[in-house]
């Protein structure tokens, strides 16, 4: 099975912007649809985007439609979420995840695959 890690969070200020990646290991991303999930304090797990696999298609929440963009590289066996204009409501524990490509995308249930998550602060 696939493993997923994080990288790439930290405490940054309302404007800036981060890359989020995410290094997967034991299997190819190419085989995957491959998603990143945030969970703010007292909330459970939010959509945040997704890559499907070998479309490579995207979609987005519309709370970060415009500002944030999910790319691959399969070669490199690597997702990456760059998140531009940053606003405090983004701040959460950010989630790699994958998933073998049937089935609903937009549900962190369907999901078996999860990286440890990387926090991201944005202070006002």
């Known amino acids: 099975q696939v493993q997923l890690a994080e990288s790439g969070g930290g405490l940054v200020q309302a404007g800036d912007s981060l890359r989020l990646t995410c290094a997967a290991s034991k299997r190819k991303i190419e085989s995957y649809t491959m998603a990143w999930f945030r969970r703010a304090p007292g909330q459970g797990r939010e959509f945040v985007a997704v890559?499907?696999?070998?479309?490579?298609?995207?979609s987005y929440a519309d709370s970060v439609k415009g500002r944030f963009i999910i790319s691959r590289d399969n070669a490199e066996n690597t997702v990456y979420l760059q998140m531009n204009s940053l606003k405090p409501e983004d701040t959460a524990v950010y989630y790699c995840a994958a998933k073998v490509p049937l089935g609903e995308i937009y549900r962190a249930d369907n999901y078996p695959y999860w990286g440890q998550g990387t926090q991201v602060t944005v202070s006002s």
């Open positions: 890559s499907r696999w070998k479309s490579d298609t995207t």
